[in-house]
Nanobody, 120 residues
Framework: QVQLVESGGGLVQAGGSLRLSCLAS????????MGWFRQAPGKERDLVAT????????YYADSVKGRFTISRDGAKNTVYLQMNTLKPEDTAIYYC?????????????WGRGTQVTVSS
């Protein structure tokens, strides 16, 4: 069982930056894939970025490539999402998630989310 708690959301002007954090507790493994998702009002939840818990091997959605960076700190059991050059369309609830391995489609564990609002 893994517990995920997000933090770092808030209100920012377009062009600004935020860093989201996801603290993982419980039983983790190097094979875990950590992901950031987001869901805007009235829209489906979309994958934003992923990283292996062991480090390396990242993925980004086209909409955030070059602006967002996912990273992890194993010593702190934390995954980060650095978001730069934010746009109003980045406004959403951001969720941290984990799945047991890259061979799986479904994410098993989810945080409660943190709101990011980008004003124009």
């Amino acid at each position: 069982q893994v517990q995920l708690v997000e933090s770092g959301g808030g209100l920012v002007q377009a062009g600004g930056s935020l860093r989201l954090s996801c603290l993982a507790s419980g039983r983790t493994s190097s094979s875990y894939v950590m992901g950031w998702f987001r869901q805007a009002p009235g829209k489906e939840r979309d994958l934003v970025a992923t990283i292996m818990w062991s480090g390396g091997s990242t993925y980004y959605a086209d909409s955030v490539k070059g602006r967002f960076t996912i990273s992890r700190d194993g010593a702190k059991n934390t995954v980060y999402l650095q978001m730069n050059t934010l746009k109003p369309e980045d406004t959403a609830i951001y969720y941290c998630a984990a799945k047991l391995g890259p061979w799986l489609l479904k994410y098993d564990y989810w945080g409660r989310g943190t709101q990011v609002t980008v004003s124009s």
